[in-house]
Protein backbone atom coordinates (compact mmCIF):
# COMPACT_ATOMS: atom_id res chain seq x y z
CA UNK A 1 0.00 0.00 0.00
CA UNK A 2 3.03 2.64 0.85
CA UNK A 3 5.56 3.41 2.79
CA UNK A 4 4.09 4.49 5.89
CA UNK A 5 0.91 2.74 5.73
CA UNK A 6 0.10 -0.98 5.60
CA UNK A 7 -3.45 -1.66 4.94
CA UNK A 8 -5.20 2.19 5.12
CA UNK A 9 -4.72 5.56 6.24
CA UNK A 10 -7.61 5.08 8.82
CA UNK A 11 -6.27 2.17 10.17
CA UNK A 12 -3.12 4.62 10.33
CA UNK A 13 -4.38 7.03 11.65
CA UNK A 14 -6.98 5.86 14.11
CA UNK A 15 -3.94 3.38 16.40
CA UNK A 16 -0.61 5.21 15.26
CA UNK A 17 -1.48 8.91 15.06
CA UNK A 18 -5.21 8.92 18.02
CA UNK A 19 -4.47 6.43 20.38
CA UNK A 20 -0.31 5.90 19.66
CA UNK A 21 0.09 9.28 19.25
CA UNK A 22 -1.54 10.98 22.04
CA UNK A 23 -0.34 8.32 24.66
CA UNK A 24 3.58 9.25 23.06
CA UNK A 25 2.59 13.05 23.85
CA UNK A 26 1.42 12.39 27.37
CA UNK A 27 3.99 10.12 28.47
CA UNK A 28 6.23 12.92 26.71
CA UNK A 29 4.46 15.30 29.09
CA UNK A 30 4.77 13.39 31.91
CA UNK A 31 8.19 12.59 32.10
CA UNK A 32 9.01 16.22 31.90
CA UNK A 33 7.16 16.88 34.09
CA UNK A 34 8.99 14.74 37.00
CA UNK A 35 12.25 15.83 35.20
CA UNK A 36 13.39 12.19 33.28
CA UNK A 37 15.75 12.03 30.94
CA UNK A 38 15.20 12.49 27.15
CA UNK A 39 17.04 8.89 27.02
CA UNK A 40 14.07 7.67 29.16
CA UNK A 41 11.22 8.96 26.39
CA UNK A 42 13.03 6.78 23.55
CA UNK A 43 13.26 3.63 25.95
CA UNK A 44 9.12 4.18 26.59
CA UNK A 45 8.57 5.05 22.54
CA UNK A 46 10.55 2.00 21.70
CA UNK A 47 8.30 -0.09 23.55
CA UNK A 48 5.23 1.65 22.75
CA UNK A 49 5.80 1.28 18.68
CA UNK A 50 5.10 -2.64 19.82
CA UNK A 51 1.87 -2.14 21.29
CA UNK A 52 0.78 0.14 18.06
CA UNK A 53 1.97 -2.61 15.73
CA UNK A 54 -0.24 -5.11 18.05
CA UNK A 55 -3.61 -3.28 17.84
CA UNK A 56 -2.54 -2.51 14.28
CA UNK A 57 -2.29 -6.52 13.97
CA UNK A 58 -5.37 -7.16 15.94
CA UNK A 59 -8.01 -4.62 15.20
CA UNK A 60 -6.93 -4.70 10.75
CA UNK A 61 -5.23 -7.43 9.77
CA UNK A 62 -8.09 -10.26 10.44
CA UNK A 63 -5.82 -11.52 12.54
CA UNK A 64 -6.66 -15.17 14.45
CA UNK A 65 -4.53 -16.69 17.14
CA UNK A 66 -3.50 -19.54 14.18
CA UNK A 67 -2.62 -17.17 12.28
CA UNK A 68 1.08 -16.96 12.45
CA UNK A 69 2.09 -15.96 9.18
CA UNK A 70 0.02 -12.85 10.33
CA UNK A 71 1.76 -12.69 13.28
CA UNK A 72 5.18 -12.81 11.46
CA UNK A 73 4.56 -10.84 8.56
CA UNK A 74 2.66 -8.07 10.30
CA UNK A 75 3.47 -7.80 14.26
CA UNK A 76 7.20 -7.94 13.89
CA UNK A 77 7.28 -6.18 10.54
CA UNK A 78 10.42 -4.12 11.02
CA UNK A 79 9.45 -1.68 8.93
CA UNK A 80 6.26 -0.53 10.07
CA UNK A 81 7.87 -0.79 13.48
CA UNK A 82 10.02 1.58 12.29
CA UNK A 83 7.92 4.03 10.95
CA UNK A 84 5.23 3.77 13.62
CA UNK A 85 7.81 4.26 16.68
CA UNK A 86 9.39 7.39 14.78
CA UNK A 87 5.83 8.73 14.84
CA UNK A 88 5.66 8.02 18.32
CA UNK A 89 9.18 9.58 19.65
CA UNK A 90 8.77 12.92 17.15
CA UNK A 91 4.95 13.15 19.13
CA UNK A 92 6.37 12.55 22.66
CA UNK A 93 9.36 15.07 21.65
CA UNK A 94 6.77 17.31 20.93
CA UNK A 95 4.83 17.10 24.56
CA UNK A 96 8.47 17.13 26.59
CA UNK A 97 9.56 20.02 25.18
CA UNK A 98 6.41 21.95 25.29
CA UNK A 99 6.22 20.83 28.98
CA UNK A 100 9.83 21.51 29.87
CA UNK A 101 9.88 24.94 28.26
CA UNK A 102 6.83 25.74 30.66
CA UNK A 103 8.50 24.47 33.35
CA UNK A 104 11.32 26.47 32.89
CA UNK A 105 9.72 29.90 32.39
CA UNK A 106 7.56 29.23 35.26
CA UNK A 107 9.51 27.23 37.93
CA UNK A 108 12.81 29.63 37.38
CA UNK A 109 11.12 32.51 36.09
CA UNK A 110 13.89 34.94 37.98
CA UNK A 111 16.49 33.09 35.18
CA UNK A 112 14.42 32.12 32.09
CA UNK A 113 12.19 33.50 29.91
CA UNK A 114 9.94 31.85 27.46
CA UNK A 115 10.37 33.05 23.67
CA UNK A 116 8.08 30.55 22.27
CA UNK A 117 6.34 27.20 22.65
CA UNK A 118 8.66 24.96 22.74
CA UNK A 119 11.67 27.51 24.03
CA UNK A 120 13.18 29.18 26.57
CA UNK A 121 16.17 31.64 27.12
CA UNK A 122 18.12 33.42 29.65
CA UNK A 123 17.34 36.66 31.13
Known amino acids: MGLIVEKSWVAFLLVTIVLGGGAAFLTGRALARSWKSFGRLVVYML ?13 FLNATYASWRALQGSLISPHYYLVDTLILIALAAFGYRLERARQMASQYGWLYERTGPLSWKKR
Not at 47 to 59: D, E, K, Q, S, T
Request: hydrophobic share 70%.
Open 47 to 59: LLGIAVRFLHWGL
